[in-house]
């Protein structure tokens, strides 16, 4: 049980549901126009990912889920999504979709989506206002939870 807990993380749920619609979609194949148009999605994503790790890098907090934070990270993607993050991961699913010809993974997507706003999102919110107060009341009337 111990092992499943650490494994509950955003980017394995990414990678199981990935998985999953792959094992399940063996007969679909790419349309040659949606490869590029995904890939882009995949590389935006990454991009995406990577800026806002950066911003939780320069506040010296932690990034993984569930850990207790020391700072509010509002700079960077953080000014126009508070999960920028979790966005990625979903912008990652439906460009890798878009590029393999997948189409259930349409509903992995969505799965993705509330796995992330339940098993995360929530928790991370009610703890963000418990140990920053205000100044996370005042961030969260400001900006959006995803764009």
Same mark, same amino acid.
Do not use: C
């Given at each position: 049980?111990?092992?499943?807990?650490?494994?509950?993380?955003?980017?394995?749920?990414?990678?199981?549901?990935?998985?999953?619609?792959?094992?399940?979609?063996?007969?679909?194949?790419?349309?040659?126009?949606? +490869?590029?148009? $995904?890939?882009? /999605?995949?590389?935006?994503? %990454?991009?995406? &990912? @990577?800026?806002?790790?950066?911003? *939780?890098?320069?506040?010296?907090?932690?990034?993984?889920?569930?850990?207790?934070?020391?700072?509010?990270?509002?700079?960077?993607?953080?000014?126009?999504?508070?999960?920028?993050?979790?966005?990625?991961?979903?912008? +990652?699913?439906? $460009?890798?979709? /878009?590029?393999?010809?997948? %189409?259930?993974? &349409? @509903?992995?997507?969505?799965?993705? *989506?509330?796995?992330?706003?339940?098993?995360?999102?929530?928790?991370?919110?009610?703890?963000?206002?418990?140990?920053?107060?205000?100044?996370?009341?005042?961030?969260?009337?400001?900006v959006r939870r995803w764009i």
């Amino acid at each position: 049980m111990e092992l499943l807990k650490k494994l509950d993380l955003p980017p394995v749920w990414l990678i199981l549901l990935m998985a999953i619609a792959s094992a399940s979609t063996g007969f679909e194949t790419a349309i040659p126009e949606m +490869i590029w148009p $995904g890939r882009m /999605l995949i590389i935006l994503g %990454l991009l995406l &990912a @990577v800026w806002a790790a950066l911003a *939780f890098r320069r506040a010296r907090t932690t990034i993984i889920p569930k850990e207790r934070p020391s700072a509010l990270v509002d700079t960077g993607p953080y000014r126009i999504s508070r999960n920028p993050i979790y966005l990625a991961d979903l912008v +990652i699913l439906a $460009g890798w979709s /878009l590029s393999h010809g997948i %189409l259930i993974a &349409a @509903v992995m997507t969505m799965t993705m *989506f509330f796995v992330l706003e339940r098993r995360f999102i929530l928790g991370e919110e009610a703890v963000l206002e418990a140990d920053l107060g205000q100044p996370y009341l005042d961030y969260k009337a400001r900006v959006r939870r995803w764009i």
